[in-house]
């Protein structure tokens, strides 16, 4: 279900700035501001800072290698920044109303123009693609020409409604029962692969059983996967159109009289590997799994005792991560899928918005929704260092979700993009290297 022609990319220039970022500047950090009373403490003040989003990001990526950064806006779209340079080098255009799609079956339809924020993104391990997500659609983009070379959007299945037949108050996704969103339990699905020949006279409808939660792209952009609020785990081969649909989070639990568990297993987090083979999932069913994308067979599964919030995968294949909505954080080591290390912090819980592992194996670099940006040693767990991004001017309280981070200049340094809107550097200590 693939659409061609949607090629809406505009180049930019350090000279030819869109007027909303004529007032972007690199800041430095300020000695006399280290001396001055009333400066945030050294490890909460940025090497450089660089504004990428003035009015605050939907969502942001920063490349394995700290190059790229792309970052979805409220009022000016996405935008793919070049780090280096310190420029915006592409602005990406989302707009879906009045696109048409063909899909695979015959279906035509127009895409849904009331779902066109884009809350997820991924850059391919060797800067080469990048992918942008909404709730029901996704695009796959060139880093070196800027085109789009794909967008598609998730299937939707034939379902037939039944009567409501009980009186209790039912909740789908915060829409109360006597909305037009009807109850999972008045769902029949007919067909879950298309929808055509639909019969509304008999309270037949097409509909998507689930939205994307997160996406990510192999190198060259020759795999797409997305995850989805339903449990499914879609990969895709874009040349072949090859798709494979991961299970493994759909099994059905059942109780000690063999009724079914009814459990949330909405894809939270994902991670594919750089050559598309292997992807690690993780699953408000309090399970992560490593599974190979030829076969669907699991190859790992990590256990939790609350749902999985954040997964990572070593882009050298050493070491996974998971980390649930508690106090469990593990890394693992991928050749006996043994526990190497629990990392360690005092909270009640902690939740991760990011997570990356360095390339000399040593280190987990994590941000986190409340700030935070923590450096930890892979065998011990324990916490290195620690810095606090920069919160959106204005905000009250002082707040930012990290998006993404990575290591730069020989792993001498980090850098991060947030929620504010900056992308900004941090200098590791010289003991830690």
Same mark, same amino acid.
């Given at each position: 279900?693939?659409?061609?022609?949607?090629?809406?990319?505009?180049?930019?220039?350090?000279?030819?700035?869109?007027?909303?970022?004529?007032?972007?500047?690199?800041? @430095?950090?300020?000695?006399?501001?280290?001396?001055?009373?009333?400066?945030?403490?050294?490890?909460?003040?940025?090497?450089?800072?660089?504004?990428?989003?003035?009015?605050?990001?939907? #969502?942001?990526?920063?490349?394995?290698?700290?190059? $790229?950064?792309?970052?979805?806006?409220?009022?000016?779209?996405?935008?793919?920044?070049?780090?280096?340079?310190?420029?915006?080098?592409?602005?990406? +255009?989302?707009?879906?109303?009045?696109?048409?799609?063909?899909? #695979?079956?015959?279906?035509?339809?127009?895409?849904?123009?009331?779902?066109?924020?884009?809350?997820?993104?991924?850059?391919?391990?060797?800067? +080469?693609?990048?992918?942008?997500?909404?709730?029901?659609?996704?695009?796959?983009?060139?880093?070196?020409?800027?085109?789009?070379?794909?967008?598609?959007?998730? !299937?939707?299945?034939?379902?037939?409604?039944?009567?409501?037949?009980?009186?209790?108050?039912?909740?789908?996704?915060?829409?109360?029962? #006597? +909305?037009?969103?009807?109850?999972?339990?008045?769902?029949?699905?007919?067909?879950?692969?298309?929808?055509?020949?639909?019969?509304?006279?008999?309270?037949?409808?097409?509909?998507?059983?689930?939205?994307?939660?997160?996406?990510?792209?192999?190198?060259?952009?020759?795999?797409?996967?997305?995850?989805?609020?339903?449990?499914?785990?879609?990969?895709?081969?874009?040349?072949?159109?090859?798709?494979?649909?991961?299970?493994?989070?759909?099994?059905?639990?059942?109780?000690?009289?063999?009724?079914?568990?009814?459990?949330?297993?909405?894809?939270?987090?994902?991670?594919?590997?750089?050559?598309?083979?292997?992807?690690?999932?993780?699953?408000?069913?309090?399970?992560?799994?490593?599974?190979?994308?030829?076969?669907?067979?699991?190859?790992?599964? @990590?256990?939790?005792?609350?749902?999985?919030?954040?997964?990572?995968?070593?882009?050298?294949?050493? $070491?996974?991560?998971?980390? #649930?909505?508690?106090?469990?954080?593990?890394?693992?080591?991928?050749?006996?899928?043994?526990?190497?290390?629990?990392?360690? $912090?005092?909270?009640?819980?902690?939740?991760? +918005?990011?997570?990356? @592992?360095?390339?000399?194996? !040593?280190?987990?670099?994590?941000?986190?929704?409340?700030?935070?940006?923590?450096?930890?040693?892979?065998?011990?767990? !324990?916490?290195?260092?620690?810095?606090?991004?920069?919160?959106? !001017?204005?905000?009250?309280?002082?707040?930012?979700?990290?998006?993404?981070?990575? @290591?730069?200049?020989?792993?001498?340094?980090?850098?991060?993009?947030?929620?504010?809107?900056?992308?900004?550097?941090?200098?590791?200590?010289?003991?830690?290297?």
């Amino acid at each position: 279900m693939k659409q061609g022609g949607l090629n809406r990319v505009q180049r930019i220039s350090k000279t030819h700035l869109p007027a909303w970022a004529k007032g972007i500047r690199l800041t @430095f950090v300020s000695v006399f501001c280290i001396l001055t009373l009333g400066c945030e403490p050294s490890s909460d003040i940025p090497i450089k800072q660089l504004t990428t989003a003035q009015q605050g990001a939907f #969502d942001g990526t920063i490349s394995d290698t700290g190059k $790229y950064a792309v970052l979805s806006s409220l009022y000016h779209g996405v935008a793919l920044w070049d780090l280096d340079a310190e420029g915006l080098k592409y602005q990406w +255009s989302h707009d879906l109303s009045n696109q048409g799609l063909q899909f #695979d079956d015959g279906e035509s339809t127009a895409i849904m123009s009331d779902a066109n924020t884009i809350f997820a993104t991924a850059i391919s391990n060797n800067d +080469s693609h990048a992918v942008l997500a909404d709730k029901h659609n996704f695009s796959l983009w060139s880093l070196q020409t800027g085109e789009n070379l794909g967008f598609w959007q998730v !299937k939707k299945a034939k379902v037939k409604i039944q009567p409501q037949t009980t009186t209790e108050s039912t909740w789908v996704r915060g829409a109360k029962a #006597d +909305s037009d969103q009807p109850a999972l339990s008045q769902i029949d699905i007919i067909d879950r692969d298309k929808c055509i020949n639909v019969l509304e006279v008999e309270s037949e409808r097409c509909m998507i059983l689930g939205t994307i939660r997160a996406i990510d792209v192999s190198n060259n952009g020759k795999h797409i996967v997305i995850g989805k609020s339903n449990g499914m785990v879609t990969h895709i081969t874009v040349e072949s159109g090859r798709r494979l649909e991961f299970l493994g989070h759909q099994s059905n639990l059942l109780d000690a009289e063999g009724e079914p568990v009814q459990i949330s297993n909405t894809i939270n987090s994902l991670e594919m590997s750089a050559n598309g083979r292997y992807v690690l999932t993780g699953s408000s069913d309090n399970n992560a799994y490593l599974w190979d994308t030829k076969t669907g067979q699991v190859i790992y599964q @990590f256990r939790h005792s609350s749902r999985v919030t954040k997964v990572a995968l070593d882009a050298k294949g050493r $070491y996974a991560f998971t980390a #649930d909505s508690k106090k469990q954080s593990r890394i693992w080591d991928l050749k006996t899928g043994k526990v190497i290390s629990t990392l360690q $912090y005092f909270n009640r819980q902690e939740i991760f +918005s990011s997570a990356r @592992f360095s390339d000399n194996g !040593k280190w987990l670099l994590t941000g986190a929704p409340t700030r935070e940006l923590t450096l930890w040693d892979v065998k011990t767990g !324990k916490q290195l260092q620690q810095w606090t991004v920069t919160a959106r !001017k204005g905000s009250r309280p002082a707040s930012a979700i990290v998006y993404s981070a990575s @290591f730069i200049n020989n792993e001498t340094q980090v850098i991060s993009t947030s929620s504010a809107g900056f992308s900004e550097i941090w200098e590791i200590d010289n003991e830690h290297r």
